[in-house]
């Protein structure tokens, strides 16, 4: 089976072509296109221009995964697409291409979760990732953690009461003066930070629940910036080396604790956060040294942050079709 998914669910618009055989995919061809340069200038995203900009973009990025995949519409046997969570005006570019073509060619529709594509990037390298499988989702907008027990059947354990992992790295970043999205930067400049001049508090992290809360961490970070007189490169550094240890500790630790109160056979990390090599490191080696019979999963860094392969993949292991008269784009789209 072949799916052509798309993905515009926030400033990216994507499409990627998969060929699946079994339990098995093939990567065709998978193309993103990224109005970032836009919006890193203005420190966020502003969604009607996100939505323009997706508008311009759709059919060239459609036109592209097909011509590398060797393939044309005719090719494609069914259409995966994000129709929530996201900007509605963003959603709606590749929801109704989406409905466009699946009526116009006559193939079947597959409306995707987002967050469920996230945790489906893990597939798509990794087809034999075996049940139960706790899915932790660290991205821009959710923290949320998953238990799976089959393709397509699962139970939310639990999310972030208020600022998402990433929105913490982002809004952090801001206060260090640092371009949207700041994750990656701050990534790096931790590796020359001092891990022990700042110590940042750890919302949550011992609470009897799988919840999870980061907004008293960029109040944390905002009174320390406020009393630094002068914010040089060391102290920048400090503080982003300060601020990943706390998000990453609190990850590894509810996340953790959830592997030990559920018999799971795998653990899978996605969503931009995961492409975090030190959150990566430290997931591998705490489970090496906890739970050695847990075998962990992350998807390739590319496949971490937003992208249409990811939204095809879920779309193949959990293959639910429906009339395209009957879908419509959800911005509040949650796991229900
Ligand atoms: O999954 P994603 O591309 O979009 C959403 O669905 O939100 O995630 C984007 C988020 C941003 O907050 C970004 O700062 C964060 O992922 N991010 C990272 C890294 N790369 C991206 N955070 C920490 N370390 C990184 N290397
Ligand atoms: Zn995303």
Known sequence: MR??????????????IIEG?????????????????????????????AARE?????????????????MSFADIDAIAVTYGPGLIGSLLVGVETAKTLSFVLNKPIIPVNHMMGHIYANWIEHPDITFPTLALVVSGGHTDLLLLEAHGTFTLLGGTRDDAAGEAFDKIGRLLGLTYPAGPMIEQLAK????????????????????????????????????????DQQTIADIARA?????????????????????????VISGGVAANQTLRDTFEKTLHEKRPQINFFA????????????IASAAFYAYQPIPWKEITADPELYFV
């Open 21 to 49: 055989h079994d339990k098995k995919i093939t990567l065709k061809s998978n193309i993103l296109a990224t109005s970032l340069a836009l919006h890193a200038k203005t420190g966020g995203i502003i969604p009607e221009q």
């Open 192 to 231: 020359t930070g001092n891990p022990k001049r700042f110590r940042f508090p750890r919302p949550l992290i011992g609470s009897d629940d799988y919840e999870f809360s980061f907004s008293g961490l960029k109040t944390a970070v905002l009174r320390e910036v406020q009393k630094t007189k002068q914010l």
């Open 54 to 70: 997706q508008i311009k973009c759709i059919m060239p990025v459609m036109q592209e995964a097909l011509h590398l995949a060797h």
């Open 243 to 267: 601020t990943q240890d706390a998000i990453i500790d609190v990850l590894i630790k509810k996340t953790l604790k959830a592997a030990s109160n559920y018999n799971i056979s795998s653990l």
């Open 3 to 16: 799916i052509l998914g798309l993905e515009t669910s926030c400033d990216e618009t994507a499409a990627a």
């Open 299 to 310: 998807p390739a860094k590319n496949l971490c942050t937003d992208n249409a392969a990811m």
